[in-house]
């Protein structure tokens, strides 16, 4: 055999010896900070929190968002372990995930339904002390169902009202007409089953004790960090960030951020911007988020809707638009229209959920007519042919989530209600 061979053949060895090293380094560092955090929870005998979700990172959504807030405030209180669909990859050291393999034909919009897994749940809310849900597909209900089992205290937390959320989802007309009835069910056997609700406002809580649904509740508002989420000052910059996505410096910049469902009616939004493109030729509508491919391709077919896709830091891209609008015809808090309200943009939005409480309509903020895309293209067009209300209402939008919404006020307040259940 050639030197050159052997050279070749020692550099190769020499490869996988690194490579098998690297993966052993890797298992160690992993086994090493499980053995860590173990440790330090017997040192501070904390107690073992189940969190149960359909909805987690990497997929971004208002769920993943609030735990992406609230576990790194909760983590020196609690020994946390997050059970969720396998939805990519994604690593944590400060908690333990459980992944549940996602199915491969059930869906209910743009949500893939993960598969039900009954022993790896049942033995999860089995060790643990506390078991906190934040949905009821089939990981959230069975959570519930497996806590009222094993006498486990479980807590939910509220992201939506699903009879309003499924059918809106749903495209098939005879499957919307059963799907509120069948949610409706589902809702009021998982969540009476609950040790405590924890609701993100008032309206919330009313609308679930008028459906029946009477668990014992407590009201925690969600928070926006102000900090992160803030306009940006910088003028200069954001007229090279704009450039960057085609956008002229004096160009109006209509935007949105969040998922692409159909339960957030985008076409309406694409229905009021093609009307104003008719009086304005320089305007664009930006989207940030992912989801359905029916609903992205009605809207990448407009003339001038930049589709960015889902981003892990919206921020920069709610810093180049003007006016922020909201078509969704269910929500509970909506994040999303927090985060562009602490960004200083003018909005405009359906009158749904809590945001009807922290809007006031011409203080903060315009509201519009559900589905109604002349009404909202009449709203957006009074904020282009007034730039002093525009900045009037964007600026009390930012002082109103200042003011009022905190994630360390938010991670308080589930603190305490977790507490509760300990009693």
């Known amino acids: 055999m050639s030197s050159q061979k052997i050279v070749f053949i020692s550099h190769g060895i020499d490869m996988v010896d690194e490579i098998d090293t690297q993966k052993e ?29 359909d909805n987690f990172l990497p997929r971004w959504d208002g769920i993943a968002r609030v735990l992406s807030e609230i576990i790194p405030r909760l983590i020196n209180h609690y020994d946390i372990t997050v059970i969720a669909p396998d939805l990519g990859t994604y690593e944590d050291p400060n908690i333990k995930l459980i992944k549940v393999p996602l199915s491969k034909f059930l869906r209910v919009g743009d949500f893939r339904i993960p ?10 809310v089995k060790s643990a002390d506390i078991v906190f849900s934040q949905t009821i597909g089939p990981i959230g209900f069975y959570s519930i169902k497996a806590a ?11 992201h939506s009202i699903e009879w309003e959320l499924v059918p ?102 694409l229905r009021a911007f093609t009307r104003l493109q008719l009086y304005h030729e320089d305007i664009k509508l930006v989207i940030i988020g992912d989801g359905l491919e029916s609903i992205k391709r009605q ?16 921020v920069p891209y709610l810093q180049i638009m003007d006016i922020y609008c909201l078509t969704s015809l269910t929500e509970t808090t909506c994040l999303s229209m927090l985060e562009a309200m602490s960004c200083r943009l ?5 009158e749904v959920g809590f945001i009807k409480n922290y809007i006031k309509n011409n203080v903060n903020g315009l509201f519009f007519d559900k589905q109604n895309p002349y009404h909202l293209a009449r709203q957006v067009e009074r904020l282009i042919q007034d730039p002093l209300m525009r900045e009037r209402l964007s600026a009390n939008a930012r002082k109103t989530v200042v003011d009022r919404f905190s994630w360390d006020k938010t991670a308080q307040g589930i603190e305490n209600a977790l507490e509760s259940l300990k009693k």
């Open 25 to 53: 380094n890797q298992v160690e560092e992993k086994l090493h900070n499980e053995d860590m955090r173990k440790i330090s929870n017997i040192l501070d005998n904390k107690k073992k929190l189940l969190i149960a979700t």
């Open 115 to 124: 598969r039900f897994r009954q022993k790896p749940m049942y033995d999860a």
């Open 148 to 158: 009222k089992h094993y006498k486990k205290p479980v807590a939910a937390f509220i």
């Open 168 to 269: 809106k989802a749903i495209n098939n007309v005879l499957l919307k007409k059963y799907s509120v009835v069948l949610a409706k069910k589902v809702a009021k056997k998982a969540y009476n089953r609950c040790n405590l609700l924890i609701m993100p406002s008032n309206t919330v809580a009313d609308i679930f004790v008028w459906n029946n649904i009477r668990a014992k509740t407590e009201i925690v508002n969600l928070g926006v960090d102000t900090q992160k989420f803030k306009p940006l000052e910088d003028m200069q910059l954001r007229k090279d960030l704009r450039e960057q996505l085609g956008i002229g410096e004096h160009d109006i910049v209509l935007g949105y951020h969040g998922r692409i469902g159909r339960e957030k009616d985008l076409i309406t939004l």
């Open 299 to 314: 809207l990448g077919s407009r003339k001038n809707v930049l589709l960015l896709g889902a981003k892990n830091n919206p």
């Open 346 to 350: 003018a909005c405009v939005s359906t």
